[in-house]
């Protein structure tokens, strides 16, 4: 362990953010006050937290249909956020976006995507802004294990490699695309054997584990930093509700996701991982829960009360000038 | 014949069809779903709408193919599998996934025939949901079929109610060309009378929804909702409207709508896509071409705006052409005949 | 001032773009071309077409990039360029090809601004071969700026000829928003006078190529010079046009068009791209609505029929609107009203 | 060598065939009266000699833009191909596909294309065809190195792996995808270590060697008409001609053509092989060449002679009805 007391209490924060923020939604969600289609990230906050935690302001990352979890990551504002998925003016893009497209390009987060696979060539993008204008940045594209399979992802790896951009591409295995097993859609299995196809180093770490991650994700941030060009890293773990709220999931066993949260889950395996180490006393992370769950109860409220979009909003933002 | 929805038409016209003809095969993400999950796949999903369901019961694994999120892959195999002896039926989720695999269907599906000289069939049908009003947003919202009905060698299907579903399902499998399903998903819990039995309603064949003489209105999938609440309400204030639904946008039914056009001399175009060159302009170009010595006032368009679909609920019910828009533009051009 | 072809027109653009803005840069496959070739790439390639020829040895590898054959990839990196501080142009050799990067077009570069709610800039240029007259068959001969134009979020740029290729360019690159340029493929060689220093071209600004008060010709692209040679004909038969090049079908400078239609009364709308929902609908239906009651005579639409591109060159000569095609066209608005 | 006397000749035979055709084609091209692109195969007939060697009608092929090769050797006529190239009504197509399009269902020729990479997903199609209608075929997708990277390609790799299909993906890695060379615009520079991403066998062969082609789709069709799914071939060697008739090819050096030509040319080399082997005589070999010559000659004199298309035929089979 390589982190400082201060990195770990705000990994964990960031854990603790999403954990609520999303745990919060399938509650709201039930009430029928959410409009649309909202995918949640629980259970895969470790991912988010490990790959964000080496990056700044100047990194980009570009997210999925279930990107909350990367936005809080990148320290997006969840009560902006959490207005936007209610589709209020306050939202972070004016409720224009809505969940599947939460964006805030000042923290560097490029826009959840509706399109499976997409944000991998938006990425090689602004490496190559990164790599061009020299800011040292590095720009960072998650995708699913069903994405992993899309025409765009491969031809995005291929691309990054050819102009050794400073690019990463996390895919986030949680062993399923909507209700089709991963191992079944996958021809192999593992996402992490297509890194060699484009000559790019591979990193396969468990997603329950912050530490792997974030350790996987110290060498690729390393050496793109360093001009050398991109890596790949396949997180595995599985979500904790359905595809999007409303999914029946009667293609997995209930006793699936009992099982993931009794014994896998990333936060629980955090605390004993710097309990054991000694690191940091249980008090000072139920403080960070107690926060989270405060945070995120007020924007809730906040995005309650907030008012709706201006009819004159309908028009506005198509162009920067038409 | 009973009331069913027109989900539940299209699960029957499916499986009406893949009894009748074996070479009927059905393949798309989630279509059998479940696949390679811990539970029993028999009871699985069927698609997130459930369009495909109890398919994989029937059919089983070599009919009803699950896929990879691979658009391009399946959609192009589809062409592939129907130029060598089967006739597949593709599902690809929301039509805006096309983006994916546009260069499949543009460049390979409604090319191929005219390119080999004939000597290829192509009896395919790609099923995609679409339109606004789910609170979906700018990528899951969008209609398009402007954009297929503009390239040759596709057609266009965009059925506004149950029984036309399962009707133009039907006609669209057993067509040997290439066709587009498109299905509202706003629409898809609406309910009306669907015969048990298999029945074609033919491509190509507009139907007049309300007969009338005063203005014609030409809607398009569930926009033809929008026309008939307006006429409905027109009727009191004394306007007669004939609402017609094309069915289909490719091929379309010129004769239908100009036969009507040259009887009520006013025209109303409704279409839910965006508003440059889409099926509300075809359709207008269309009358004051073929048809401007009838024409007693302005062709009207009602149309979105020129905006992407908003997330917000009330800038989307904005943006979606009403039945209060369509009235108001029937009106305008009946106030412009008299006054003129 | 000194004639210059069209080509020649678009690589100067790029070159003065180049150096007045280092944020500008220039990818697609072989721009520079050669790439890990044997020879020297200084004087490689520039594209098949050689249009970005010499940009390579100005401005090196940093800034003029060739790609792998991976338009989806190098496309959607223009979106995440042009939002963090480069203003790229890239090169899709043929609109075709663009099928493979539809999603990316379609549901980013024309979306993210407005999904954004307005927190991103997309100042990027899309340039593309388009157009029939090149015996290249189906997949390779389309026009295809309908199905951009049909989409809110891009702009769509359709030059004529030299002058307006280069100044169209210099404004498309300068431009915030996303810009598709389209550059007709049989007009490569065409020459004019192209002044040397940069200027810029109005997107939305429409040129009226030849004033005249009888009928109003409106033509996109290539077909502009089909429309000049109809209306040269047509003066010596007493019939005066009004000549209309529109120079970008989104925005549409709907105003000039309509000021023409209710100066002259009479419309025809020439387009080389498919017929259904195309630019002469778009512009037909424009007039229909807009201008009714000034029209003497049915809106007439010149446009190839709804077929593929084909192969053989007696075949592709009769698909592409041609000069005789448009005059016919006048002629039956022309007659139409007198006779009326 | 596993191959009797008359697949030997039949080999030759194609080989001298596809030879005599493109580069007659090159001949006439100049002359301006071939319209359109033309893209010339010579320098690579064992490629599609001995892939083809396995293949008969039930069996499909994709093409590519460069698809003559393919066409001879999957048997389609060659006074159609010829009459097809030059737009008259007697072409394979009827003059509406031209060189980049021909096509011939009747032979399991799915066509040339004009989209790079395109064919694959075809060939998913009519592989499932095979293996739903159980006829025992299988179906090949030719592809460029450069046509390798886009992302159909790769999606439909993943789909017959998944799908465990008979299909078989040969990539020709002749050296440039237009003016790029292969090793910069492939990441990693070979294709074959794709195959292990999709799970499935790869080969790598010298493309100039006929017998080592024939052996890896040995390997590969028996495969796949054993039911155990697809297979990845490349093949490695380099065009003789521009990347279309009239590239200046300035970005390769005019001494790599004379180059191949004397040293790696595959009818030499299979006429060295089959020599020291003492299979064929050098007679029979000539013999074959001189008819292929007096074949294309023909074909060429019947093409200029024939008539263009009836102006109806615009109009004619967009649809089956409309
Ligand atoms: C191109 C495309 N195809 C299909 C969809 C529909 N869709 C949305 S999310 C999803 C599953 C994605 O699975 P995965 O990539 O594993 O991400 P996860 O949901 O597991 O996080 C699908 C099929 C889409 N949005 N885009
Ligand atoms: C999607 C697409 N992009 C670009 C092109 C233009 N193009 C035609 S052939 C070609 C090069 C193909 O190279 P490769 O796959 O190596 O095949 P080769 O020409 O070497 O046989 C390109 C870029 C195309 N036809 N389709
Ligand atoms: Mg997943
Ligand atoms: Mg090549």
């Given at each position: 362990m390589q982190q400082s007391r201060d990195q770990l209490l705000k990994a964990y924060r960031v854990m603790s953010r999403i954990r609520e923020f999303d745990e919060r939604l399938h509650v709201e969600f039930a009430t029928g006050e959410i409009p649309g289609f909202v995918h949640l990230y629980a259970g895969e906050e470790a991912v988010a937290a490990g790959i964000c935690a080496h990056l700044s302001d100047r990194d980009y990352i570009a997210s999925t249909h279930r990107g909350h979890g990367h936005c809080i990551a990148k320290d997006c504002d969840v009560t902006g956020m959490m207005a936007e998925i209610y589709g209020k003016a306050a939202g972070l893009c004016g409720g224009k976006g809505g969940s599947m497209h939460i964006a805030d390009l000042d923290k560097g987060m490029m826009g959840a995507n509706g399109i499976v696979g997409a944000g991998t060539a938006l990425v090689c993008g602004a490496a190559l802004s990164a790599k061009t204008l020299g800011t040292g940045g590095v720009a960072v594209a998650f995708t699913g294990d069903g994405g992993s399979n899309q025409g765009t992802v491969f031809e995005a790896m291929n691309l990054a490699s050819v102009w050794s951009l400073p690019a990463i591409f996390v895919f986030e295995n949680n062993g399923y695309g909507e209700a089709t097993a991963s191992e079944w859609a996958l021809a192999?299995?593992?996402?992490?054997?297509?890194?060699?196809?484009?000559?790019?180093?591979?990193?396969?770490?468990?997603?329950?584990?912050?530490?792997?991650?974030?350790?996987?994700?110290?060498?690729?941030?390393?050496?793109?930093?360093?001009?050398?060009?991109?890596?790949?890293?396949?997180?595995?773990?599985?979500?904790?509700?359905?595809?999007?709220?409303?999914?029946?999931?009667?293609?997995?066993?209930?006793?699936?996701?009992?099982?993931?949260?009794?014994?896998?889950?990333?936060?629980?395996?955090?605390?004993?991982?710097?309990?054991?180490?000694?690191?940091?006393?249980?008090?000072?992370?139920?403080?960070?829960?107690?926060?989270?769950?405060?945070?995120?109860?007020?924007?809730?409220?906040?995005?309650?009360?907030?008012?709706?979009?201006?009819?004159?909003?309908?028009?506005?933002?198509?162009?920067?000038?038409? | 014949m009973a009331s069913k929805s027109f989900r539940a038409a299209i699960n029957e016209a499916l499986k009406l069809e893949m009894r009748r003809d074996n070479r009927v095969i059905v393949l798309g993400e989630d279509v059998a779903g479940g696949r390679g999950g811990s539970a029993n796949v028999e009871e699985a999903w069927g698609g997130p709408f459930g369009m495909t369901r109890g398919l994989y019961k029937e059919f089983g694994a070599t009919r009803v193919l699950d896929t990879p999120i691979t658009e391009s892959a399946f959609v192009g195999a589809t062409a592939g599998a129907a130029m060598t002896g089967l006739r597949p039926v593709a599902e690809v989720m929301f039509v805006d996934f096309t983006g994916v695999c546009f260069d499949q269907i543009m460049n390979q599906i409604a090319k191929i025939r005219y390119m080999f000289g004939g000597k290829a069939k192509l009896p395919l049908v790609?099923?995609?949901?679409?339109?606004?009003?789910?609170?979906?947003?700018?990528?899951?919202?969008?209609?398009?079929?402007?954009?297929?009905?503009?390239?040759?060698?596709?057609?266009?299907?965009?059925?506004?109610?149950?029984?036309?579903?399962?009707?133009?399902?039907?006609?669209?499998?057993?067509?040997?060309?290439?066709?587009?399903?498109?299905?509202?998903?706003?629409?898809?819990?609406?309910?009306?009378?669907?015969?048990?039995?298999?029945?074609?309603?033919?491509?190509?064949?507009?139907?007049?929804?309300?007969?009338?003489?005063?203005?014609?209105?030409?809607?398009?999938?569930?926009?033809?909702?929008?026309?008939?609440?307006?006429?409905?309400?027109?009727?009191?204030?004394?306007?007669?409207?004939?609402?017609?639904?094309?069915?289909?946008?490719?091929?379309?039914?010129?004769?239908?709508?100009?036969?009507?056009?040259?009887?009520?001399?006013?025209?109303?175009?409704?279409?839910?896509?965006?508003?440059?060159?889409?099926?509300?302009?075809?359709?207008?170009?269309?009358?004051?071409?073929?048809?401007?010595?009838?024409?007693?006032?302005?062709?009207?368009?009602?149309?979105?705006?020129?905006?992407?679909?908003?997330?917000?609920?009330?800038?989307?019910?904005?943006?979606?052409?009403?039945?209060?828009?369509?009235?108001?533009?029937?009106?305008?051009?009946?106030?412009?005949?008299?006054?003129?």
């Open positions: 192999g299995g593992d996402i992490v054997r297509r890194a060699q196809a484009f000559a790019m180093p591979g990193h396969q770490v468990d997603g329950n584990d912050y530490f792997a991650v974030w350790d996987a994700m110290r060498q690729a941030t390393e050496r793109a930093r360093a001009g050398q060009g991109p890596s790949l890293i396949e997180c595995k773990m599985k979500r904790y509700y359905g595809h999007f709220e409303g999914d029946t999931q009667n293609y997995r066993a209930k006793e699936e996701i009992e099982t993931l949260r009794a014994e896998k889950d990333c936060m629980k395996r955090f605390r004993a991982q710097v309990g054991e180490a000694g690191l940091i006393d249980v008090a000072a992370l139920d403080a960070i829960d107690a926060e989270a769950k405060a945070e995120i109860d007020a924007a809730v409220k906040a995005a309650k009360a907030a008012p709706t979009p201006p009819a004159s909003a309908l028009m506005t933002d198509v162009y920067a000038s038409y | 790609i099923r995609m949901l679409y339109g606004a009003g789910y609170r979906a947003g700018a990528q899951h919202s969008q209609c398009l079929y402007p954009i297929y009905t503009h390239l040759p060698g596709l057609k266009v299907a965009v059925p506004s109610n149950p029984h036309d579903a399962k009707g133009l399902l039907i006609s669209a499998i057993r067509d040997d060309d290439p066709v587009l399903f498109f299905e509202h998903k706003a629409i898809l819990g609406m309910k009306g009378e669907v015969p048990d039995e298999a029945y074609e309603v033919p491509l190509g064949k507009a139907n007049i929804v309300r007969a009338g003489k005063d203005v014609t209105v030409v809607a398009i999938g569930r926009m033809v909702h929008m026309a008939e609440k307006a006429a409905a309400a027109l009727a009191k204030e004394g306007i007669d409207c004939e609402v017609i639904d094309p069915r289909t946008t490719s091929p379309l039914d010129t004769a239908a709508i100009l036969a009507s056009v040259r009887k009520t001399g006013r025209l109303v175009a409704v279409d839910e896509a965006y508003p440059r060159c889409n099926m509300a302009t075809d359709i207008a170009a269309l009358a004051a071409q073929e048809a401007f010595g009838s024409l007693r006032a302005p062709v009207r368009m009602v149309s979105p705006p020129h905006v992407p679909v908003p997330f917000a609920a009330p800038l989307e019910d904005l943006y979606i052409p009403n039945a209060d828009k369509v009235a108001e533009a029937v009106r305008a051009t009946v106030k412009h005949t008299s006054s003129s």
